[in-house]
């Protein structure tokens, strides 16, 4: 519901604070005191356009903002999840639209910054202003569709989620299968091209760590004259050749053995010589043992080059490395394998969406049959109400028509169709040119179908146009009755209306140092005799007649 509304520098109100209750709140005042400009500050909350006239004058920018109690896990909750602005722990959500004079026009969401179209999304859930065309979302032949759904009960709410998820499955099927149809025209033209890949790369058996073992052996070769010249000098030098490391050391040992028996001190340097003998002669051994491996094999350098040619040719086609090569092979194998199997899984895709089609042409055509026996409940019920709210030759019907394609909702368009007088041709809701013949058209429909509505906040302007007597004491009742499923504001002159208030606001004119301001004052028990006393012409029969009204509601 509305909770507050908050307007300033708006037309010609100055700053107004209306806290609005559940129920009926009713607004009432004198022709010119600025009711109208009530609706056009919360039309400001559903996304109208912005008036550069709507700015009081003299002053650069006008501000209206809306507090709003929500019910837990409604709709709003998901567009707000889905635009990434978090909901409020205790429900609350704040709607706030400024109009500035150099048209930089600012949207909030509880005091985040949106775009117009999204918060025209959210403000289009909570408010319907009846009496004018916009923003009446019953005009909407989808979302007639969904209260028609909506009032024929579990029934075909089932059903229409059957058709809704077999329409998944449908787009899904037929999805897959267009890309099938377009992967195996391009893969028959590109199969003799991916054969020949696989066939190059297959056909040089290609191993992971190859290449590296191949430049490493490479290498050696290149050297292999330079090595071998390497070792002979170092074995030469270490234990074969004229005063080698082995034969000093030797010596030093003879020396050192000598001495020790004069200064035991010398003993550790004894052993580290000992031991470096050991090394010097197993290091000679391993450098003789590597040069006679030693060998320059030109036929087996001529195949490296030639392997090591071959796969920076394979690099150059397919990839930056042996592992990019193989990796891209299995893709070229993957893609081979889907190409062949492509016609096999078409045949499959085909028999699935041919079962799928039956299904939901079945189940659709079921739904319709269904809604067609909801909407003839729902016609004599929207009828009946009409009547008594003053349209004694009223004509509404629900119109069907077959949309020639798979929807999520089934088959059908319908259209709430109407027509106030004899003679006349029924038309849609949209095509109804008096507000108040619009305005008793949704609070014949709300009253029935408020309950499945998810916009809980209802707006009536000019309703009281052209009724009178009974009528619009049905009026008021149903207004009344309405209330209490949904919050209600309503203007208007009637004062049967007024009577019915839960809560009664009084909007009049008054001059404030020079300037014309609107005021709102929510009225107290005895005030609402006085309002509804001048709305009944000021007399004292007036008087009695609004108690009489007071205490009847």
Do not use: W
């Amino acid at each position: 519901m509305l909770r507050d509304l908050f307007i300033k520098d708006f037309a010609i109100i100055k700053e107004i604070e209306i806290n609005f209750t559940k129920g009926l709140n009713v607004l009432t005042g004198e022709t010119g005191a600025g009711k109208s400009i009530l609706i056009d500050a919360v039309g400001q909350l559903l996304g109208e356009r912005a008036r550069s006239e709507f700015i009081r004058t003299g002053c650069e920018k006008a501000f209206v903002q809306g507090i709003f109690e929500l019910p837990p896990n409604t709709e709003i909750s998901s567009i707000l999840n889905e635009i990434g602005i978090e909901e409020e722990d205790d429900g609350i959500l704040m709607l706030s639209r400024e109009v500035s004079i150099n048209g930089r026009n600012k949207c909030r969401i509880n005091g985040v910054p949106t775009t117009l179209s999204v918060f025209r999304s959210v403000g289009k859930k909570l408010i319907d202003i009846h009496g004018q065309h916009s923003h009446q979302s019953l005009l909407n032949e989808d979302k007639q569709l969904m209260l028609l759904d909506s009032f024929g009960g579990k029934k075909i709410l089932d059903l229409k989620k059957e058709v809704k998820d077999l329409y998944t499955k449908i787009s899904k099927k037929n999805k897959e299968l267009q890309e099938l149809l377009g992967y195996e025209r391009d893969g028959l033209r590109e199969k003799d091209l991916l054969q020949f890949q696989l066939q190059e790369i297959d056909g040089e058996n290609l191993l992971k760590n190859e290449e590296e073992e191949l430049l490493e052996e490479r290498k050696r070769l290149d050297g292999s004259q330079e090595l071998a010249s390497g070792c002979e000098i170092v074995n030469d030098l270490l234990y074969a050749g004229n005063n080698c490391a082995y034969d000093n050391i030797s010596r030093s040992v003879e020396i050192l053995q000598n001495l020790v028996q004069y200064d035991a001190n010398l003993q550790d340097s004894l052993e580290e010589l000992n031991n470096a003998i050991y090394s010097v002669e197993e290091v000679s051994r391993t450098i003789r043992n590597y040069r006679e491996l030693i060998e320059f094999d030109p036929e087996r350098l001529n195949y490296i080059n030639k392997r090591l040619d071959t796969i920076n040719n394979l690099k150059r086609k397919y990839g930056n490395s042996i592992e990019e090569i193989l990796k891209y092979r299995d893709q070229v194998a993957a893609s081979l394998e889907k190409i062949e199997n492509s016609s096999d899984k078409i045949q499959e895709i085909e028999s699935e969406l041919e079962a799928l089609n039956e299904l939901y042409d079945e189940k659709a055509t079921k739904l319709t049959s269904f809604r067609k026996e909801v909407a003839l409940r729902l016609q004599k019920e929207i009828i009946k109400n009409l009547k008594e709210l003053a349209m004694p030759n009223v004509k509404f019907k629900i119109k069907f028509a077959n949309c020639g394609k798979k929807m999520p909702s089934g088959y059908d368009q319908i259209c709430f169709m109407f027509s106030p007088n004899p003679g006349e041709d029924l038309k849609p809701l949209s095509k109804i040119a008096s507000g108040g013949e619009m305005s008793r058209v949704m609070l014949a429909i709300k009253a029935i179908l408020a309950e499945v509505d998810d916009v809980s906040v209802m707006i009536f302007d000019e309703i009281d146009t052209g009724v009178a007597g009974e009528s619009i004491k049905a009026v008021a009742k149903k207004l009344a009755a309405l209330g209490k499923i949904s919050q209600v504001i309503c203007v208007t002159h009637a004062a049967n209306i007024a009577a019915e208030a839960t809560s009664h606001f009084s909007i009049t004119k008054q001059m404030e140092e020079g300037r014309t301001i609107t005021k709102v004052k929510k009225l107290l028990e005895e005030e609402k005799v006085g309002e509804i006393t001048r709305m009944l012409g000021g007399s004292d029969a007036a008087e009695h007649h609004a108690r009489s009204l007071l205490k009847k509601s």
